[in-house]
């Protein structure tokens, strides 16, 4: 199977930065696209930045400038670098990977990590 794992989290104070990190592991043939979601309370889950297996990168209007995703391909790892980070921010940030692995055949198929808690605040 596989598995995504996000670090990183935590407590920052309004202006602070922040690194997410998620690890995708398991029989993973390929990656085709890696990203970040996150559902502040009482919202809806909302897509915060994309990256390609070729590095094209897609930010939400309400990050960029500040947040920049990355991925390192031969570490099946993408990250989500946080600047200037406002209370608005606040959310469970969710790891998303479109992988193809291997189960009893080769499997194209969507996996989510289990969440990790941002919260800006002084």
């Known amino acids: 199977q596989v598995q995504l794992v996000e670090s990183g989290g935590g407590l920052v104070q309004p202006g602070g930065s922040l690194r997410l990190s998620c690890v995708a592991s398991?029989?993973?043939?390929?990656?085709?696209?890696m990203g970040w979601y996150r559902q502040g309370p009482g919202k809806q889950r909302e897509l915060v930045a994309t990256i390609t297996s070729g590095g094209t990168t897609n930010h939400a209007d309400s990050v960029k400038g500040r947040f920049t995703v990355s991925r390192d391909n031969a570490k099946n790892t993408v990250y989500l670098q946080m600047n200037s980070l406002k209370p608005e921010d606040t959310a469970v940030y969710y790891c998303?990977?479109?992988?193809?692995?291997?189960?009893?055949?080769?499997?194209?198929?969507?996996?989510w990590g289990q969440g990790i808690q941002v919260t800006v605040s002084s």
């Open positions: 998303n990977a479109d992988l193809i692995y291997i189960r009893t055949a080769i499997v194209a198929s969507e996996f």
């Open positions: 398991g029989s993973i043939v390929s990656i085709r696209a």
